[in-house]
Every structure is written in C-alpha cells, then in structure tokens.
C-alpha cells in the first residue's frame, strides 16, 4: 500500500539553528502515528512543514505519490491536510455550530442558525459530543469539549491527514479520554493521524506506529507494540534514563509542620481545605483541571483572593494578601502558566533568574550586574540551565529549560515552601526528570513542596503524600503505602460512585 503522506530527507534551518537534518516522515491511510522527541528536536517544525505553515524546506514531500510543496496552510488544507494545535483558534462567544463552519471552501453562502445547527451535527456525533446543542455558546463548554470542537471544525473540511499538536496538554484525565476515544474513532473510519505528545502513557495507548525526533534527525519508525516507556525513552534520549522519578522513603511525620493550611477557602472551591506541609516532603494535590487544586496553591500564595481560613506558618499566623508578602516570608509560588505569569520571556535568562530577589543585588535601588550574574549562573547551574545562554531572551528557550528557568528562579530567595501548579507541563520527558529530582533535592535539603498536578503518572510517582480534590472539594488524604493511579483516579473523579448510581446501582 502506498504511504498517504511521504517526507524524504527534509532540511530547515534557521540561520545558524538546524531545527531538521534529514528527517524522514511516513504514515499510510488510517493510521496513527505518534511523533515523539525532545522539545528542540524538531517536532514543531515538521509539523509546520507537513501543514503548509513553513515552506523553507527542502527534501521530497509527496502526497498520494505526487510531489507537493506548499506555501500556505491553505494550500495544504485544501489538499486534505488539517492541523489542530495546542492553542484554540474557536471565537468562544460564537455558538458551536458557526465555529465548526467559521472559515473554508465548505462553508455555506447563506445559512440560518438552525441550519448550521443541523449541519454541524454530524461532525459533532464524529468527535463524540452528539449531545452537545450546535446552537449554545462555545464558553459554555469544557476545555476539553472545546478542544474537540476544534477537531470538529477540522473535520468540516474533509481531511485526508489531521495533526494534533498536543491536544491534551492543559486537559484532565476525563478530557484526555475524550480526546484518545475521539482518534481512535477517526482511525477506524480511515482517516490518518499524527498525534503529537509528551505523555507517554497516551503514546502507546493510540499509536500503530511511532516515529523519534532526535537533534532534528529522524529515527527509523518503530511499531508501538515493539516498544515500552524505558526503550522509547532511551531512543529520544539517545541514552538510557534509568529512573524517571526519585525513589521515595516512607516518612514517619515528627515535629511541628513548616505549615498548617487551617478551613482555607479559596474563592473558586466549594468547601474549606485543611492539611499540614512538613519540611523535607514533597505533598501532591491531584485533581483534575478546574477541581480547585491550582487555587488552593495560589490562595497559599497570595495570588487569589479568599473567603475564609487561616495559615499557620512557621509557628504564626499568616495569611499573605499579595505574593508580595509571600515572597518576603520565603514561599516561592510557580504558576501553570510560565509564559503568561512565570517568565519575562522578552528579556534575558539572567534577569528572569534574578527578578524575585532584587533587594538582594542592589545597592540603594542600584542593581549590580556583577552580582545579578554571579547569582544567576550559581541558581542556572542547580538546574541545569547552561550558564553560557544567560545573556539570551527567556523566550528563545525550548519549552523544558523554559520552565527550569521558571523553577530556579526561586532559589534566590531561598525558600522554605515552594509551591508549583503543574511542574511539567509541555516539558519533554528528559526535562521532567530533572526537574523531578532538582524538586526531590530541594525537599531533601529541608524545604516543604507542594505540587498541584492533573498528569496522574506524576501525581502518583512524585510526592510523598496526596490530597485529593474533586470539583472544589477535599476528598482524602492518601500516604505513600496507599497512592496508586487507580486509587487516585477513584477519589478525582467518581469518589461518590455516581457512574454507579446512573447504572441503576444501590448506592
């Protein structure tokens, strides 16, 4: 059978960069492929390649056996070629039903609102939201129904090939689900798919086959069932990984807590909160995305407002009331959005590393550039962020040094409780774990960690003890002895077995 879509020896460089050095690209009718690398690798390129968006390459681009080059996405979508990438393009206060028809050579010359509603249904029935009413506000939906109503407008086209840049990345386990059972209905009615992603877990899940991006090369693609987590690693890598996470010790709790987070009640929970954080441990809050986890971080931190409800902190009370005051009594707080809220992505890697403890490279307001690179180096070196890149934007970093830059950062103000919203998100899997062992270092030097994360692999294998929150409400605690995937996924998202009652079971 010929392949749909064949890319032999491509070439792109930018400038002095070589993103791709002879990459080679398959994938037959009705496939899944997932395309793997390291961020820096060149999977951002390819895809852009593939979909039209850069036409600055060289090498053979054939599909269905005629050699092609396109120079617009246009192009490249009206051959059969669709991408949805991480970002929504969907114009959230337009109903579902004139985003799936927004733009294209299918969209219709005049159309009412109920005629849209009923041409888009068929598309939403395909990416598995028949239920969904075409003619509602596309804000009243979920992220991850929104994301499926991007592969819904994508499909209005008729593609022969779809690219999902991502798709799960800011989506919890529940949504992520959606997205896996939606490719694997698209496959089997013959449409090919390149399924772009950092999780693992989802790779082996859909794949058929899976292709390696390393250092712009590409490997020799391998069938899916031939692999397992530690060899596809190794092939990223090009060495072996021999631990992923830190090994953990059970830790019998003695002492005072660093802090007591007393009937906290962030604004966006249903329910006050209550645990302790001891210092040298690393506690996990596992939720999925909008379970009220990322608040309960932020209230700590004094980036959110609250209702009600005390801290305890270092023997006092202490309730900050801007991140100000958090920073001055030594909590680091690192956001889910390193690009919006965690970074200066215009200016340089240095000045990132040294914006949260100004005072300390100052001298009557006046900074010292001496002293600035002398911390910066010393805190880039902890995480393995090289010294020699500190005078480069923040924003040229792929996206795994990115965020290490956004963790370092806080070691200038020597913290004794760092909190983090989501540590690797849209961080390639060499990237996270050296953040999860820099994370587990910090924790063994004496401060307190809390982690807030929907990925359930690292919720599971990081900390050494789990909260639970499900829909802004604290379900359990679980201790090291007790956390597995399973247990875990019970508590998040049907802890009052409501899957059960729907079935007609006796509660």
């Known amino acids: 059978m010929q392949p749909l879509l064949k890319l032999t020896n491509i070439k792109r460089s930018y400038g002095a960069i070589q993103a791709l050095r002879g990459a080679d690209f398959e994938i037959m009718p009705g496939e899944v492929i997932g395309l793997v690398g390291e961020n820096g690798a060149g999977k951002s390129t390819m895809v852009k390649i593939i979909s039209g968006f850069d036409s600055g390459f060289t090498g053979e681009y054939l599909l269905n056996g005629e050699a092609l080059h396109f120079n617009s996405p246009i192009q490249a979508e009206r051959a059969g070629i669709a991408v949805a990438q991480q970002e929504l393009s969907l114009i959230k206060t337009m109903s579902v039903a004139e985003n799936i028809f927004l733009a294209g050579d299918k969209v219709p010359t005049f159309a009412t609102k109920r005629s849209l509603s009923r041409m888009a249904k068929p598309f939403l029935e395909e990416v598995g939201l028949g239920h969904i009413d075409p003619s509602i506000a596309t804000d009243r939906l979920s992220i991850g129904e929104q994301h499926l109503i991007e592969v819904a407008r994508l499909l209005a086209h008729d593609p022969q090939l779809l690219i999902l840049d991502e798709p799960t990345a800011a989506l919890g386990e529940s949504d992520s689900i959606r997205i896996l059972d939606m490719v694997n ?107 009220g986890t990322g608040d309960i971080l932020a209230a700590i931190a004094g980036a959110t407002k609250t209702r009600d409800g005390n801290l305890v902190y270092q023997g006092r009370n202490f309730l900050p009331k801007n991140p100000r005051e958090a920073i001055d009594a030594g909590i680091a707080y690192c956001s889910d959005d390193r690009k919006h809220d965690g970074l200066f992505l215009g200016r340089p890697i240095s000045e990132n ?155």
């Open 185 to 291: 209905r698209l496959s089997k009615r013959g449409k090919s798919i390149v399924y772009v992603s950092h999780r693992m877990d989802e790779i082996f899940k859909i794949s058929d086959r899976i292709i390696v991006l390393r250092d712009g090369e590409s490997q020799l693609p391998r069938e899916a069932a031939d692999l397992d987590v530690n060899s596809l690693v190794e092939l990223m890598l090009g060495r072996e990984l021999n631990n992923m996470f830190p090994t953990r010790d059970i830790k019998l709790q003695t002492g005072e807590p660093l802090m007591k987070v007393q009937n906290l009640w962030p604004d966006r929970l249903l329910e006050r909160i209550s645990f302790d954080i001891f210092p040298g441990e690393i506690l996990g809050l596992a939720g999925q995305l909008g379970s």
């Open 353 to 507: 590393l040294s914006a949260a403890a100004l005072k300390r490279i100052s001298n009557w307001g006046i900074r010292s550039d001496a002293e600035e690179l002398s911390m910066a180096s010393e805190n880039a070196v902890k995480f393995t962020v090289d010294p020699a890149r500190l005078s480069q934007e923040a924003g040229v970093l792929s996206g795994g040094n990115q965020q290490k830059v956004a963790l370092a950062k806080w070691l200038a103000i020597k913290p004794n409780l760092i909190l983090v919203n989501e540590p690797t998100r849209g961080v390639d899997v060499g990237a996270r774990a050296e953040i999860y062992q820099k994370l587990r270092e910090l924790a063994d030097e004496g401060a307190a960690i809390i982690i807030a994360s929907t990925d359930i692999q690292e919720i599971t294998n990081l900390p050494d003890r789990v909260i639970t929150v499900y829909r802004g409400i604290q379900i359990g605690e679980l201790a090291l002895e007790d956390m597995t995937a399973a247990t875990i996924l019970k508590e998040i998202t049907d802890p009052f077995d409501e899957t059960g009652l729907q079935e007609g079971q006796v509660a």
